[in-house]
C-alpha cells in the first residue's frame, strides 16, 4: 500500500487485486454453493465435477411441496400494496413539512424522525394487540399497515422537495394550479429519481421482511413467500438439502435476478437512499 | 388569510400519515411501558396493575441477562469487522483495479436477499460432517466433523459471521458514496506532495470518511438489535440460549409463552438501550460531524 513514490510496476496492484478478487470469490462462495446444489441431483451436492448433470427437478419438487405460488401472489400483493400507500402518505406529508408553514411543524418532524430509531419491527407485542382489536389477524392488509407511513420515506422526499427551487410553485401558483395540481406537476416528475430510489429499497426490505409477517399470519392465504419458506424448510422430515436450496434460491431470485440486471441502479439507488 | 390556508393544507396533508405513525409507532411504544406495569391478561380476568413485579422478575431472569450478554457480544463481533471490511470493499471497487464490477455485484448481493433464505444457505453451509465447512476440513486437512451450532462456545461466533457476510456489502454503500463525493484534486494535491498512499489515507482519506463511519456504525448497533430473522432457522436460540438475542427472547416471551406482559418490560429495555444509543449518536455527530 505503501510504495507510490517509487512505481514498483504494479505490485501494489497485484497484491490488490488478488486481495479483492479473493474476497469477492469468498462473498459469492455461499450464493454459488447453494446455486450448484439447486441446479445438480442431490448425488452431487458435495461432488464438484463439471459434468455434473444439470437438472430443474429440485425446482419441481420444491414448487409442488408447498404452495409457493400462492405465497407468491401474496408477496407480490403485499409489496405492491405497501409502496402504493407509502408514496402517497409519505408524498403528502412531505410535501406539507417542505413546503407549508403550520403550528408545531418542528415536533411533529421530530417525531416522524423518532421511527428510524423506535421501527415498528420492535414493537411487534402490542403492534399485535391492535391488530387484533382491528380484527384483522391473518391478513395481508395486516402485515402492511404498520409500516406504510415511513419516517424514512417522509425524511426522503422532504429533503428533495425541498431542494426544488420556490420560483417553480410561484410560476405554477401564478397559472392558477392548486396545491396538488402543484404537487402533481411540478414535485412529484421532478422527484423521480427520489421514487425510484425509495422504491428499490422500499420492495427489497418488506420482500426480505420476516417477523412480523409470521407473527400476524397462520394461514397459506396470507403468508408471503418468507414465512412460506421457513415453514417448508422447517418440515426436517427427510427433505433433501437440493430441494431446500432450489426453494431457497425461487423465493430469492426475483429480487436476484432484478438486482442482476439493474445492479448499477440498485446501488445508485441504496447509495442515494443512504445519503442523509 | 394566506397564513391560515397553509395551516390547513398542512395538517391535512399531513394527517393520514400521522395517523399511521402514531397507530403504529408512538401508540405502542407508550403502550409498552404501561404493559409493562400489568399483569398479563388470562382468558376473563383483565391486566391488573402490578407494580414494578415484571421489573424485579427481568433482574432475577437468568435468561435475560444471558440473551443481552449475547447480544453485546454479537454487537461487539459484527460491527467493527463488517465496518472495516466495508471500507475496503469500497476502497477496492472505487478503484481502477480489473475486475471491480463483479466484485461489487459479488459483495453487495447478500443485501438483497432474504435474511431468512441467506440462513438456509449458510445452515447448509454449517451442517456436521455435510457442509462445505466440513468438506473443507476432512477433504483438506482430515479433521473430524464439527457441530459449530450444536456447541454454545462456537454458535454465536458462527452467527456473528453470518452476519458480518449479510451486512458488509450493505455498509460498502455508504463508504463508495462518501468516496465518490471526495475531490479528486485532494490527491493529486498528496501526489504533488509526496505523500504515500498509506499516508493519504490515514491522514486525508479516513478524517474525511469520519461521519461515514459513525452513520454507519450506528446503523450497524441498530441492526444489531433487530436482525433476528436467522435465528429462527438457524438454531431457535439454542443450545441453551447460546445465540438468542434480546428481540428473538421477546418474540418467545410474547408470542411462544404468551406473556405478554413480561414481553413489554423486555421491550422497554431494548427502547431505553436504543434511546441511550441515539443520545450518544447525537452527542458523537456533534462533535465531528463538522467535516461534511
Request: with cysteine; aromatic share 16%; hydrophobic share 55%.
Amino acid at each position: 500500500m505503501s510504495s507510490g513514490k517509487y512505481r514498483l510496476p504494479g505490485f501494489d496492484t497485484v497484491l490488490n487485486s488478488f486481495a479483492m478478487w479473493l474476497l469477492a470469490f469468498l462473498w459469492a462462495l455461499p450464493l454459488l454453493y447453494a446455486i450448484w446444489t439447486a441446479f445438480h441431483p442431490a448425488a452431487y451436492e458435495t461432488n464438484f465435477v463439471w459434468n455434473a448433470p444439470l437438472t430443474l427437478d429440485n425446482f419441481k419438487s420444491a414448487w409442488s411441496a408447498a404452495p409457493f405460488a400462492r405465497y407468491f401472489f401474496n408477496t407480490v400483493l403485499l409489496v405492491t400494496m405497501i409502496l402504493i400507500c407509502q408514496f402517497i402518505l409519505c408524498t403528502l406529508a412531505a410535501f406539507a413539512f417542505a413546503r407549508f408553514r403550520f403550528p408545531g411543524r418542528g415536533i411533529l418532524f421530530a417525531l416522524v424522525l423518532l421511527q428510524l430509531l423506535v421501527m415498528p419491527d420492535i414493537l411487534i407485542v402490542e403492534n399485535y394487540k391492535t391488530i387484533r382489536s382491528l380484527g384483522l389477524v391473518d391478513t395481508i392488509v395486516a402485515i402492511g399497515l404498520p409500516y406504510i407511513a415511513s419516517g424514512f420515506g417522509i425524511f426522503l422526499l422532504r429533503q428533495t422537495f425541498m431542494s426544488i427551487p420556490k420560483e417553480l410553485d410561484e410560476a405554477a401558483r401564478v397559472e392558477g394550479a392548486s396545491f396538488l395540481g402543484l404537487l402533481w406537476k411540478v414535485y412529484i416528475p421532478l422527484a423521480k429519481p427520489t421514487y425510484l430510489a425509495y422504491g428499490l429499497v422500499s420492495v427489497s426490505h418488506h420482500w426480505n421482511n420476516f417477523l412480523w409477517p409470521l407473527i400476524i399470519t397462520n394461514s397459506v392465504e396470507t403468508r408471503p413467500v418468507t414465512v412460506g419458506l421457513s415453514v417448508f424448510a422447517a418440515i426436517d422430515a427427510g427433505i433433501e438439502w437440493s430441494v431446500i436450496n432450489a426453494a431457497t434460491l425461487m423465493t430469492s431470485g426475483p429480487l436476484l435476478i432484478a438486482f442482476l440486471l439493474f445492479q448499477r441502479q440498485f446501488v445508485q439507488s441504496f447509495m442515494r437512499a443512504g445519503i442523509r | 388569510m394566506m397564513h391560515r390556508r397553509e395551516w390547513i393544507y398542512g395538517w391535512l396533508f399531513l394527517s393520514p400519515a400521522l395517523l399511521f405513525l402514531f397507530t403504529f409507532t408512538h401508540y405502542p411504544a407508550v403502550k409498552t411501558i404501561v404493559s409493562s406495569f400489568f399483569s398479563t391478561p388470562r382468558g376473563k380476568r383483565p391486566a391488573k396493575f402490578i407494580g414494578i413485579e415484571n421489573y424485579q422478575a427481568l433482574i432475577q431472569d437468568e435468561v435475560f441477562w444471558k440473551v443481552l450478554t449475547n447480544n453485546f457480544w454479537f454487537a461487539v463481533g459484527t460491527i467493527p469487522i463488517s465496518v472495516g471490511l466495508a471500507l475496503l470493499m469500497a476502497l477496492w471497487v472505487n478503484s481502477k483495479l480489473k475486475g471491480t464490477t463483479l466484485s461489487r455485484i459479488a459483495f453487495f448481493a447478500p443485501t438483497v436477499l432474504p435474511l431468512i433464505a441467506v440462513a438456509n444457505i449458510w445452515l447448509f453451509f454449517y451442517t456436521p460432517g455435510f457442509g462445505l465447512i466440513d468438506q473443507f476440513r476432512s477433504g483438506l486437512f482430515g479433521l473430524p466433523a464439527i457441530n459449530l451450532l450444536g456447541n454454545p462456545d462456537t454458535v454465536l461466533a458462527a452467527m456473528i459471521v453470518v452476519a458480518i457476510w449479510k451486512e458488509a456489502g450493505f455498509f460498502m454503500i455508504f463508504y463508495l458514496a462518501a468516496l465518490q463525493s471526495i475531490p479528486p484534486v485532494l490527491k493529486e494535491a498528496a501526489d504533488v506532495e509526496g505523500a504515500s498512499n498509506f499516508y493519504y489515507l490515514r491522514k486525508i482519506l479516513f478524517p474525511l470518511l469520519m461521519p461515514t463511519t459513525l452513520f454507519v456504525s450506528i446503523n450497524a448497533v441498530i441492526n444489531s438489535f433487530r436482525l433476528v430473522d436467522h435465528i429462527f432457522v438457524m438454531t431457535e436460540g439454542g443450545p441453551d440460549n447460546a445465540s438468542s438475542l434480546l428481540l428473538y427472547y421477546i418474540y418467545e416471551t410474547a408470542f411462544k409463552y404468551w406473556q405478554t406482559g413480561y414481553a413489554a418490560t423486555l421491550t422497554v429495555v431494548m427502547l431505553i438501550l436504543l434511546s441511550v444509543l441515539a443520545i450518544g449518536q447525537f452527542f458523537l455527530f456533534d462533535r465531528k460531524v463538522h467535516y461534511q
